[in-house]
Nanobody, 121 residues
Framework: QVQLVESGGGLVQAGGSLTLSCSVSGPIVANYAVAWFRQAPGKERDFVAGISGSGGITQAADSVRGRFTISRDNAKNIVYLHMSLLKPEDTAVYFC??????????????WGQGTQVTVSS
């Protein structure tokens, strides 16, 4: 059983930066790809960025590419989402998710509870 806990959300001004952390626990964490999704009120849950188990492959949505970076530290079992040049439209609840394969679809088997990110204009 894989468990995920997000942290690092908060309120930030437009143009600012924030780093989210996803602590992953369970058997052989490095076997699991981890992705970040976000969901704004009244909208669908969208893929933000993902990283393979080894960290060798990363993907990012067009809307965040060049501003957000995903990384992982398998020694600490943490996946990070470094967010910069934040915009008000980045405001959402951010979720991390894990599964055996990396995908942009929200079909991951394991999910965290989410952390709120609010970007003020």
């Amino acid at each position: 059983q894989v468990q995920l806990v997000e942290s690092g959300g908060g309120l930030v001004q437009a143009g600012g930066s924030l780093t989210l952390s996803c602590s992953v626990s369970g058997p052989i964490v490095a076997n699991y790809a981890v992705a970040w999704f976000r969901q704004a009120p009244g909208k669908e849950r969208d893929f933000v960025a993902g990283i393979s188990g080894s960290g060798g492959i990363t993907q990012a949505a067009d809307s965040v590419r060049g501003r957000f970076t995903i990384s992982r530290d398998n020694a600490k079992n943490i996946v990070y989402l470094h967010m910069s040049l934040l915009k008000p439209e980045d405001t959402a609840v951010y979720f991390c998710a894990a599964d055996r394969g990396l995908s942009v679809k929200s079909t991951y088997q394991y999910w965290g509870q989410g952390t709120q990110v609010t970007v003020s204009s």
